[in-house]
């Protein structure tokens, strides 16, 4: 039944050990967003593909990549953690264009860095 | 640029009472607005939307909010907290591709 699923749920990873978080979709939307939420924060917009063109947010560090091979999933790399990147990852899909707006989340792959 | 704000940061409110979390934005145009609830350790879940029309929209679990475009205002209300509704609010704006969240109400019920 679950529509955008985040795997794993909880990930823990070295310190500059490269990881990767997935995420898959069963809604068909043209849109998938990483967002990183910080405790008691916002979740703040990392990126998003939009079909395959993937769109950067400016202050996104070069230390986060991503990857659609196709239009259900999306990844989410990080190639050398620091300390600061522990936090809850947010993994959303829109369907896109002028009659899209609404994000569909899943339920989030919470990072701790050792 | 895009902007929302929520005012207060954490609120208690008795079971049974009646609830109000604010919520201020700054765009550019007609905005489309959002609230959305996370329980601890999970994604966010979409309460309710205001794109167009009725400025009263109704939401699920209860929940309704008013845009009022004079104040910039989408307030988020319920007319009787249950103690399932403990959990962080998020105010949001925006379309596909560019929406901006509020910093969050952390809601508290007390029995």
């Known amino acids: 039944d679950a529509m955008v699923i985040q795997n794993p749920r909880y990930q823990v990873t070295q310190f500059g050990k490269p990881v990767t978080l997935s995420c898959s979709q069963t809604?068909?939307?043209?849109?998938m967003y990483w967002y990183q939420q910080k405790s008691s924060q916002a979740p703040k917009l990392l990126f998003h593909y939009y079909d395959k063109d993937f769109n950067n947010e400016a202050d996104t560090p070069d230390n986060f990549q991503s990857r659609r091979p196709n239009t259900s999933f999306c990844f989410l790399d990080i190639r050398s953690p620091g300390l600061g990147d522990a936090a809850m990852y947010l993994c959303?899909?829109?369907?896109?264009?002028?009659?899209?707006?609404?994000?569909?989340f899943g339920a989030g792959t919470r990072l701790s860095v050792l | 640029a895009q902007s929302v704000t929520q005012p207060d940061i954490h609120i208690t409110v008795s079971e049974g009472a009646s609830l109000e979390l604010r919520c201020n934005y700054s765009y550019g145009a007609t905005p489309y607005l959002f609230w959305y609830v996370q329980s601890p350790g999970q994604g966010l879940q979409l309460l309710l939307k205001?794109?167009?029309?009725?400025?009263l929209v109704q939401g699920i679990k209860g929940f309704e909010a008013e845009f009022k475009r004079s104040q910039s205002s989408f307030n988020l209300r319920k007319p009787s907290v249950h103690w399932s509704d403990a959990a962080e609010y998020f105010c949001?704006?925006?379309?596909?591709?560019?929406?901006?969240f509020g910093a969050g109400t952390r809601l508290t019920v007390k029995p």
């Open positions: 959303a899909t829109s369907r896109g264009g002028l009659s899209g707006g609404i994000q569909y």
């Open positions: 949001a704006v925006g379309a596909s591709g560019d929406m901006r």
């Open positions: 809604l068909n939307h043209n849109v």
């Open positions: 205001y794109f167009s029309g009725d400025t």
